[in-house]
T-cell receptor
Framework: AQKVTQTQTSISVMEKTTVTMDCVYE???????LFWYKQTASGEIVFLIR??????ENATVGHYSLNFQKPKSSIGLIITATQIEDSAVYFC?????????????FGLGTRVSVFP | GGIITQTPKFLIGQEGQKLTLKCQQN?????MYWYRQDSGKGLRLIYY???????QKGDLSEGYDASREKKSSFSLTVTSAQKNEMAVFLC????????????FGEGTRLSVL
């Protein structure tokens, strides 16, 4: 069975610095897809970035990038040049295999607080 | 762009009551999902549907029914609300045969008295 673990409950950083948060996953499948979402204080859930298991290059979108370490089953999220608006809860999620419609399995989230 | 609309935004029910939550999307997405989020926790899948009139159970389907009568809408019924239950129910949708990330609605916040 698939499982996603985010061990960091909360992280505090100063504005304009870099924050890194961890996520490890368990899967028996050779093909899987990893996602990061952000949940704002209002409850809105926003998709940020995706990593496909067969791709060796780390995905990057804007000031979000991933540190994909396949042998360690690890997919870290890196946010550079943080802004106050990056304060949110960040969720790591996974989908196994080739069933495009299958739902995602989520971690418990990491709360990031960005201070001026 | 499109939008996923969940109604109602807030729902207060009584113990044992049957409660229905609705979700509409205008992305023309094939697949729709219902997730439950308890306070401080991650999201857990209740039901999903890959097309009109299709229903697939998630890990948390017990105590819930779902209905997908149209491609654009997906409803969830709490069959018997539990006393003091509090959770947010999130609807999501995605296009069918690709690896795009599901997009989420703003949620329905449920409180049971």
């Amino acid at each position: 069975a698939q499982k996603v673990t985010q061990t960091q409950t909360s992280i505090s950083v100063m504005e304009k610095t870099t924050v890194t948060m961890d996520c490890v996953y368990e899967t028996q499948d050779s093909s899987y897809f990893l996602f990061w979402y952000k949940q704002t204080a209002s409850g809105e859930i926003v998709f940020l970035i995706r990593q496909d298991s067969y791709k060796k290059e780390n995905a990057t979108v804007g000031h979000y990038s991933l540190n994909f370490q396949k042998p360690k089953s690890s997919i870290g999220l890196i946010i550079t040049a943080t802004q106050i608006e990056d304060s949110a809860v960040y969720f790591c999620a996974m989908r196994e295999g080739d069933n495009y419609a299958q739902g995602l399995t989520f971690g418990l989230g990491t709360r990031v607080s960005v201070f001026p | 762009g499109g939008i996923i609309t969940q109604t109602p935004k807030f729902l207060i029910g009584q113990e044992g009551q049957k409660l229905t939550l609705k979700c509409q999307q205008n992305f023309n997405h094939d697949t729709m999902y219902w997730y439950r989020q308890d306070s401080g926790k991650g999201l857990r899948l209740i039901y999903y549907s890959i097309t009109e009139n299709d229903l697939q159970k998630g890990d948390l389907s017990e105590g819930y029914d779902a209905s997908r009568e149209k491609k654009s809408s997906f409803s969830l019924t709490v069959t018997s609300a539990q006393k003091n239950e509090m959770a947010v129910f999130l609807c999501a949708s995605k296009q069918g045969r690709n690896n795009q990330a599901p997009l989420f609605g703003e949620g329905t916040r449920l409180s049971v008295l």
